[in-house]
């Protein structure tokens, strides 16, 4: 019984979601892990369109993945990709040597894979998983996503974990244009100011968790054009499966609860956010 508990969750199956971050290929070894049974990428990807899901973001923001998302969208219909350097990556990278040669690994998987590029993401700041003696250089790799965003004419998929004055001021600095915060974990007050220069809020299963009554709230603020939804698989899975793997499957269950909170049909939330997520990404139109 333990094992099975530990198990995939079920999908809830909803037409038309957009998960517009995920990471696809990592679940297999995350699963695995849970004691759940395998399934290939290929196979996590058929299951979730089968429960609804149209479109995803894969996001590979560690090197090994770089070439490998850039194939599995090209070889996916519905799936596009994003490629970056996670600010915990780019500490783990082994010092400035080791990170100037990643980024130009990412570089060059982008010039070869053009096609299904749709944002650079995830970039950003962690002061939860690295303390703050690490600003300096977190703050520098996140600039020159900016930049590469800016160049490419890409949103830039930000990651904030207990950073949201340091990311905010730096995309500021670096005039950042288009951004999505991705699995949003700030209050009202700070979804304003994201909203208010033209950014967008992505929500994941965290806004599901009963401690996390700051960013329902910034849910229930958020301007309606503002809202995306994402699973952030395979960490993250939405209540009532708090624990196990999360998949694109499971988007249902995010989009369920935050129709509930808004007093709209899963089914209307899905469609905001697909149509906000096809506003935000150029590519997905
Ligand atoms: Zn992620």
Redesign the pocket.
């Known amino acids: 019984m333990k094992h099975k508990e530990r198990g995939w969750a079920e999908p809830l199956k909803i037409e038309g979601m957009a998960d517009d ?3 696809i290929l990592s679940i297999p070894s995350f699963a695995e892990q849970l004691g759940a049974p395998p399934l290939t990428p290929a196979q996590i990807w058929q299951k979730s369109r089968e429960a609804g899901v149209e479109k995803v973001m894969e ?1 590979a ?1 560690e090197e090994k993945y770089f070439e490998e998302a850039a194939k599995f969208a090209e070889e996916n219909e519905g799936v596009f990709y994003a490629l970056a350097i ?1 600010p915990i990556e780019a500490l783990a990278c082994g010092g400035e040597e080791g990170y100037r040669r990643a980024f130009e690994k990412m570089k060059s998987v982008i010039s070869s894979h053009p096609g299904k590029l749709a944002a650079v993401g ?1 970039s950003g700041m962690d002061f939860f998983h690295a303390d703050l003696s690490t600003l300096p250089f977190q703050k520098k790799a996140l600039m020159d996503h900016i930049a590469l965003a800016n160049d490419l004419d890409l949103p830039l998929q930000i ?1 904030d974990h207990g950073a949201h004055k340091e990311v905010f001021s730096a995309l500021k600095e670096g005039k950042a244009k288009k951004v999505v915060f ?2 949003f974990s700030g209050g009202p007050d700070f979804a304003r100011a994201v909203c208010e220069e033209g950014w967008y809020l992505s929500f994941s299963g965290m806004v599901t968790f009963k401690n996390a009554s700051e960013v329902q709230k910034a849910l229930l603020s958020a301007p309606r054009g503002k809202i995306l939804s994402e699973t ?1 698989a395979p ?1 993250l899975s939405p209540a009532p499966w708090r624990g196990r793997v999360n998949a694109p499957w499971m988007l249902g269950w995010t989009l369920r609860f935050m129709g509930d909170l808004l007093n709209l049909p899963a089914g209307e939330v899905a469609k905001i956010t697909r149509e906000n997520a096809q506003a935000a990404y150029e590519a997905w139109r």
């Open positions: 971050h995920t990471h996001v923001c996670h995830e990651h991705h699995s952030d960490s």
